[in-house]
């Protein structure tokens, strides 16, 4: 399945799960994939147990055949045996075993909790969130279910009950190495099961939703404490629940980051001007046939189909198109973003394979009435997963931290302003603290991308002298897609900055092209002015307006214009004719004037999200920029006190919270997929400005002076 595809079909199974359809998770033992544990983590789904009486019977018969063995002369690990380097000794107290198993697994550090107590975020720090504690129970309940764990029904219904009454055992967040499975984490949610003192849980709803201990939980719903049996310790924390749980949601996670790297990345190449052509089909599908370098090319050229900013091939006789072809971050994006689209797709049929799977040990084989002695609880397959994806999120953040650095330097930029500022540069540094700001992002996100598993050391009496780490990874991998998601929501930010200010360049440059033919017919009449005259003027306007960003407007169009006049007199019609110097120096400061002049005037009156804004310019691009713009209602930074009154950051903030919303994901998917269609550009009273100025901007000649757009410069925009 194709990675779009595959996150399509995600997002839809959740909306389904979550929508009060019929549709439900079904915990069978074989049946749970990255939407079910999405759905029960975040959304509060409510799974459904097979409850029926094949299932209950194949449970009763494990349970039976541990009894059975139990009681044998050969010993049973972790049954009548200590466990990993202490397995050297015997005992018949099965459950007083099981008992202690929990006790010398409950040794993590949590806070000093009291019923009823108000954590603070330190606090909170030390403990998994809630969703992840939802997504283990659910997860550990597929695998118990399967009936190889020797675990009684009473256990798998009471601990299915926690999932049913929202009960969200307290477990410390760092303590397992995933070796022997996540024993740290999994003994404090097994310990509620029993009543445990000590050991807390979440349980209520809204304003009610408060800490209690395990024994008060309990009797809120009605539960009594469980007297665990033989090996039923041992099959409750000896597993890759909590790894595989918080694995699943860095899938998902992961997912949404290679989908908005696609989308960003052809936001990218339409601000920057970049080529269509390096989409071409030819170019992936017959002579490099990667899979996921076919689909990234394929997305985005089916993007930039509509854009009127994207070019669609290179042309010599462009002045703007200097550079033969675009940069590594924009041209080499398929093949650099689509292994990282297969590595996310094979992580993800690893979990589901976990998911599916029963993780402890000793598991129990009916049909071969015997318990097999394994090591099914080592989790190397999840922290492979984990470190293919999160260093495929750091592939992805790179890519998005070399186009955010080209878009704000104005060397790079195709003619944007330094730092995309609205303002006079001199005084204007908009998105400066935004470079650095995305900088220490990608160095933290290339920091943990490092591998977890290298940093293996020897435990439990050197009995673990390997261990997989998964959890820690699953943790890092989720830590790097949120910082990813800070890096991205910057980039949308510094896309949807870039666009607008295009938008304010195309209204100039239509208007100011005219206004150089017009003032050119005024004060050379004895020249024909014509489109052959007019265009090497265009042509070098563009390089030296493009060339002179950095400089503030009035002395920008002085230096402009004192450049073109030297292009003027190299016209062989001009210098046919017998034109006073004076005319030409009166041409000059009649056009830095209006240059000037019109330049203010359109960036004052700019609205952005309007007709005239990056709306009018860009592909399906301009769903995201809506979704900004209107939606979020994120601001333009206009680089001046009085017209901003909030900072970058807040901005940013806007889209970062709502990067994670059900809406958001979609579109990105929307945007891609192409089966929703752009909404219309708006138009009437959205489009214009507040009413001052001469109407240059929009090429109406019914203000003061000489609607200059309706000349033929309107035509040398392209």
Same mark, same amino acid.
């Given at each position: 399945?194709?990675?779009?595809?595959?996150?399509?079909?995600?997002?839809?199974?959740?909306?389904?799960? %979550?929508?009060?359809?019929?549709?439900?998770?079904?915990?069978?033992?074989?049946?749970?994939?990255?939407?079910?544990?999405?759905? #029960?983590?975040?959304? #509060?789904?409510?799974?459904?147990?097979?409850?029926?009486?094949?299932?209950?019977?194949?449970?009763?018969?494990?349970?039976?055949?541990?009894?059975?063995?139990?009681?044998? @002369?050969?010993?049973?690990?972790?049954?009548?045996?200590?466990?990993?380097?202490?397995?050297? =000794?015997?005992?018949?107290? =099965?459950?007083?075993?099981?008992?202690?198993?929990?006790?010398?697994?409950?040794?993590? $550090?949590?806070?000093?909790?009291?019923?009823?107590?108000?954590?603070?975020?330190?606090?909170?720090?030390?403990?998994?969130?809630?969703?992840?504690?939802?997504?283990?129970?659910?997860?550990?309940?597929?695998?118990?279910?399967?009936?190889?764990?020797?675990?009684?029904?009473?256990?798998?219904?009471?601990?299915?009950?926690?999932?049913?009454?929202?009960?969200?055992?307290?477990?410390?967040?760092?303590?397992? %190495?995933?070796?022997?499975?996540?024993?740290?984490?999994?003994?404090?949610?097994?310990?509620?099961?029993?009543?445990?003192?000590? $050991?807390?849980?979440?349980?209520?709803?809204?304003?009610?939703?408060?800490?209690?201990?395990?024994?008060?939980?309990?009797?809120?719903?009605?539960?009594?404490?469980?007297?665990?049996?033989?090996?039923?310790?041992?099959?409750?924390?000896?597993?890759?629940?909590?790894?595989?749980?918080?694995?699943?949601?860095?899938?998902?996670?992961?997912?949404?980051?290679?989908?908005?790297?696609?989308?960003?990345?052809?936001?990218? #190449?339409? #601000?920057?001007?970049?080529?269509?052509?390096?989409?071409?089909?030819?170019?992936?599908?017959?002579?490099?046939?990667?899979?996921?370098?076919?689909?990234?090319?394929? !997305?985005?050229?089916?993007?930039?189909?509509?854009?009127?900013?994207?070019?669609?091939?290179? %042309?010599?006789?462009?002045?703007? *198109?200097?550079?033969?072809?675009?940069?590594?971050?924009?041209?080499?994006?398929?093949?650099?973003?689509?292994?990282?689209?297969?590595?996310?797709?094979?992580?993800?049929?690893?979990?589901?394979?976990?998911?599916?799977?029963? =993780?402890?040990?000793?598991?129990?084989?009916?049909?071969?009435?015997?318990?097999?002695?394994?090591?099914?609880?080592?989790? *190397?397959?999840?922290?492979?997963?984990?470190?293919?994806?999160?260093?495929?999120?750091?592939?992805?953040?790179?890519?998005?931290?070399?186009?955010?650095?080209?878009?704000?330097?104005?060397?790079?930029?195709?003619?944007?302003?330094?730092?995309?500022?609205?303002?006079?540069?001199?005084?204007?540094?908009?998105?400066?603290?935004?470079?650095?700001?995305?900088?220490?992002?990608?160095?933290?996100?290339?920091?943990?991308?490092?591998?977890?598993?290298?940093?293996?050391?020897?435990?439990?009496?050197?009995?673990?002298?390997?261990?997989?780490?998964?959890?820690?990874?699953?943790?890092?991998?989720?830590?790097?897609?949120?910082?990813?998601?800070?890096?991205? &929501? =910057?980039?949308?930010?510094?896309?949807?900055?870039?666009?607008?200010?295009?938008? *304010?360049?195309?209204?100039?440059?239509?208007?100011?092209?005219?206004?150089?033919?017009?003032?050119?017919?005024?004060?050379?009449? +004895?020249?024909?002015?014509?489109?052959?005259?007019?265009?090497?003027?265009?042509?070098?306007?563009?390089?030296?307006?493009?060339?002179?960003?950095?400089?503030?407007?009035?002395?920008?169009?002085?230096? %402009?214009? &004192? @450049?073109?006049?030297?292009?003027?007199?190299?016209?062989?019609?001009?210098?046919?004719?017998?034109?006073?110097?004076?005319?030409?120096?009166?041409?000059?400061?009649?056009?830095?004037?209006?240059?000037?002049?019109?330049?203010?005037?359109?960036?004052?009156?700019?609205?952005?999200?309007?007709?005239?804004?990056?709306?009018?310019?860009? /592909?399906?691009?301009?769903?995201?920029?809506?979704?900004?713009?209107?939606?979020?209602?994120?601001?333009?930074?206009?680089?001046?006190?009085?017209?901003?009154?909030?900072?970058?950051?807040?901005?940013?903030?806007?889209?970062?919270?709502?990067?994670?919303?059900?809406?958001?994901?979609?579109?990105?998917?929307?945007?891609?997929?192409?089966?929703?269609?752009?909404?219309?550009?708006?138009?009437?009273?959205?489009?214009?400005?507040? /009413?001052?100025?001469?109407?240059?901007?929009?090429?109406? +000649?019914?203000?003061?002076? !000489?609607?200059?757009?309706?000349?033929?410069?309107?035509?040398?925009?392209?």
């Amino acid at each position: 399945m194709a990675h779009l595809a595959c996150i399509s079909q995600q997002l839809s199974s959740i909306r389904d799960l %979550v929508s009060g359809s019929e549709k439900q998770v079904f915990i069978d033992g074989y049946s749970l994939d990255v939407p079910s544990v999405i759905a #029960v983590a975040r959304q #509060v789904h409510q799974p459904k147990l097979d409850s029926s009486d094949n299932k209950k019977n194949t449970i009763a018969a494990a349970v039976a055949l541990v009894a059975k063995l139990s009681g044998g @002369e050969q010993s049973q690990y972790g049954v009548t045996t200590g466990f990993g380097g202490s397995a050297t =000794t015997r005992t018949k107290q =099965t459950a007083l075993l099981q008992k202690s198993l929990l006790a010398h697994c409950q040794a993590g $550090i949590l806070p000093v909790i009291t019923e009823g107590k108000t954590l603070t975020p330190e606090e909170h720090d030390l403990m998994f969130p809630q969703e992840w504690i939802r997504g283990v129970i659910l997860v550990r309940l597929n695998s118990l279910i399967r009936a190889q764990s020797g675990t009684r029904w009473i256990v798998i219904d009471h601990l299915h009950k926690f999932l049913t009454h929202n009960i969200a055992p307290c477990v410390p967040l760092r303590q397992s %190495v995933s070796a022997s499975g996540d024993l740290g984490p999994l003994a404090y949610i097994a310990s509620v099961l029993t009543g445990h003192e000590d $050991i807390y849980a979440w349980h209520g709803e809204g304003a009610d939703r408060k800490l209690y201990n395990s024994a008060t939980v309990l009797k809120n719903v009605d539960m009594k404490p469980i007297e665990l049996i033989a090996k039923e310790g041992l099959s409750l924390i000896n597993g890759t629940g909590a790894s595989a749980a918080v694995a699943t949601i860095a899938v998902h996670e992961c997912h949404i980051a290679a989908v908005a790297s696609q989308v960003l990345t052809a936001f990218a #190449v339409e #601000v920057l001007k970049g080529f269509q052509e390096p989409f071409n089909p030819y170019l992936h599908e017959q002579t490099r046939p990667h899979p996921g370098q076919i689909e990234v090319a394929a !997305n985005i050229r089916r993007v930039l189909l509509s854009s009127n900013l994207a070019r669609t091939h290179h %042309v010599e006789s462009d002045p703007e *198109m200097k550079l033969r072809q675009d940069r590594y971050c924009l041209r080499a994006s398929p093949q650099w973003l689509g292994p990282q689209l297969e590595d996310i797709l094979s992580a993800q049929k690893t979990m589901e394979i976990e998911l599916n799977s029963t =993780t402890d040990n000793p598991i129990v084989d009916l049909d071969g009435d015997f318990l097999h002695h394994g090591a099914n609880f080592m989790a *190397m397959a999840v922290t492979s997963a984990t470190e293919k994806m999160r260093l495929s999120v750091h592939h992805i953040a790179k890519l998005m931290f070399a186009q955010l650095t080209d878009l704000l330097n104005h060397t790079m930029n195709c003619g944007l302003p330094p730092n995309l500022a609205v303002g006079e540069p001199s005084v204007d540094y908009s998105l400066k603290g935004v470079d650095v700001a995305a900088a220490a992002y990608l160095s933290e996100i290339a920091y943990l991308s490092n591998p977890v598993s290298t940093h293996v050391n020897s435990a439990e009496m050197h009995n673990q002298s390997i261990n997989s780490m998964a959890l820690v990874s699953a943790r890092y991998t989720l830590e790097v897609a949120r910082l990813t998601k800070m890096l991205m &929501s =910057t980039h949308v930010f510094a896309l949807c900055q870039a666009v607008d200010l295009r938008a *304010m360049e195309t209204s100039f440059r239509k208007v100011f092209f005219a206004a150089i033919e017009a003032e050119a017919i005024a004060h050379f009449p +004895t020249v024909t002015i014509d489109a052959e005259f007019m265009r090497p003027l265009i042509d070098r306007t563009k390089i030296l307006l493009n060339t002179s960003t950095d400089q503030d407007s009035l002395p920008r169009f002085e230096f %402009v214009t &004192s @450049e073109l006049t030297a292009t003027l007199l190299r016209q062989p019609t001009f210098l046919a004719a017998d034109i006073r110097l004076s005319a030409i120096d009166q041409w000059r400061v009649a056009i830095a004037k209006h240059g000037h002049s019109l330049f203010n005037e359109i960036r004052d009156n700019f609205v952005p999200g309007s007709a005239d804004s990056g709306l009018s310019l860009l /592909g399906r691009t301009r769903m995201l920029y809506a979704f900004v713009r209107e939606t979020l209602g994120v601001n333009l930074h206009w680089g001046h006190p009085s017209r901003d009154s909030t900072t970058i950051g807040t901005e940013v903030a806007k889209i970062y919270h709502a990067w994670d919303t059900p809406a958001f994901s979609q579109l990105l998917v929307d945007i891609l997929e192409g089966e929703v269609e752009p909404a219309p550009i708006p138009n009437g009273g959205v489009a214009k400005a507040n /009413g001052h100025g001469n109407g240059y901007a929009n090429g109406n +000649t019914n203000g003061s002076g !000489n609607g200059y757009a309706t000349g033929s410069g309107g035509g040398y925009v392209n």
